[in-house]
Nanobody, 116 residues
Framework: QVQLVESGGGLVQPGGSLRLSCAAS????????MGWYRQAPGKLRDLVAVIIADGSTNYADSAKGRFTISRDNAENTVYLQMNTLRPEDTAVYYC??????????WGQGTQVTVSS
């Protein structure tokens, strides 16, 4: 059974940084895609960043220039380095993965709160 487990969320002041990690287990082959979504209270879940198996990436406009997604296939882990955080980045961040069979998986989410 595939599992995605996020870590690294927390409370940070505006302008600060956090690094989220998502460790995957139960998959036989590397995922075709891994990424991060976020959901703020009362809002839909939105894309933050994704990384494909070949290393190509895609970012939401709000994340460009501030966030960096990376993956370690050997460790079956995807990371999200978030810099220059803003209060509007406050949300639950979810890890997402798609395997070769185009099955989708979600983590349980990790809370990120940006506040002074």
């Amino acid at each position: 059974q595939v599992q995605l487990v996020e870590s690294g969320g927390g409370l940070v002041q505006p302008g600060g940084s956090l690094r989220l990690s998502c460790a995957a287990s139960g998959n036989i082959f590397p995922f075709n895609l891994m990424g991060w979504y976020r959901q703020a209270p009362g809002k839909l879940r939105d894309l933050v960043a994704v990384i494909i198996a070949d290393g190509s990436t895609n970012y939401a406009d709000s994340a460009k220039g501030r966030f960096t997604i990376s993956r370690d296939n050997a460790e079956n882990t995807v990371y999200l380095q978030m810099n220059t955080l803003r209060p509007e980045d406050t949300a639950v961040y979810y890890c997402h993965a798609i395997d070769r069979g185009v099955n989708r998986y979600w983590g349980q989410g990790t809370q990120v709160t940006v506040s002074s």
